[in-house]
């Protein structure tokens, strides 16, 4: 019998923030996501670098998602010629982070941009900080990219990966 090959990963993690500058403005802009806030639509796809003629999975059928309390998990089968060429790119390296594409609803965090700002003004810092928070969130797409806008996503082959630890598929 034949070994089933995975390409598993994080492609959003809850609860810690990530960040932009917005030059023009002069502002740095945190956003948050958690768990509760998370809901995953009909059929959520998974593609290679939000391309969607490289769309490589789709939950109906090979990609099972997981929301754990650390964030979205997800584990895809290879059923593609795409999909086979995603899971080597994976398996050498050349693909090793994750995106994703959601509609969400948001409201500022007035009482933590408030602390961010005083502190960001006590250290002399002119920019302005403003905190976001992801009230509602509605996942569509996930997908492997080399140039994710949060690093704190991961994807990989080994199940055993340490940051897998906890995750039932």
Not at 27 to 53: C, G, Q
Not at 71 to 97: H, I, T
Request: with cysteine; hydrophobic share 35%; net charge negative.
């Amino acid at each position: 019998m034949k070994k089933r090959k995975y390409i598993y990963g994080l492609a959003m993690p809850f609860d810690d923030a990530y960040h932009k500058f917005d030059g023009s403005a002069n502002t740095l802009i945190f956003e948050r996501t958690n768990k509760a806030s998370v809901t995953l639509w009909t059929e959520v796809v998974a593609t290679i670098d939000h391309d969607y003629d490289k769309t490589i999975g789709n939950s109906n059928d090979n990609l099972k998602l997981v929301i754990h309390d650390r964030g979205l998990f997800f584990r895809l089968e290879p059923n593609s010629r795409q999909g086979y060429e995603a899971y080597g790119k994976v398996s050498r390296g050349e693909l090793d982070r994750c995106s994703v594409t959601y509609l969400r609803l948001m409201s500022n965090d007035v009482e933590q941009q408030e602390r961010s700002n005083e502190l960001a003004k006590s250290l002399g810092w002119d920019e302005s900080i403003i905190v976001k928070k992801h009230d509602d969130v509605l996942v569509e797409e996930i997908c492997l990219t080399k140039y994710p806008a949060n690093e704190n996503t991961f994807c990989t082959t080994n199940r055993q990966d340490p940051r897998l630890k906890g995750v039932v598929f």
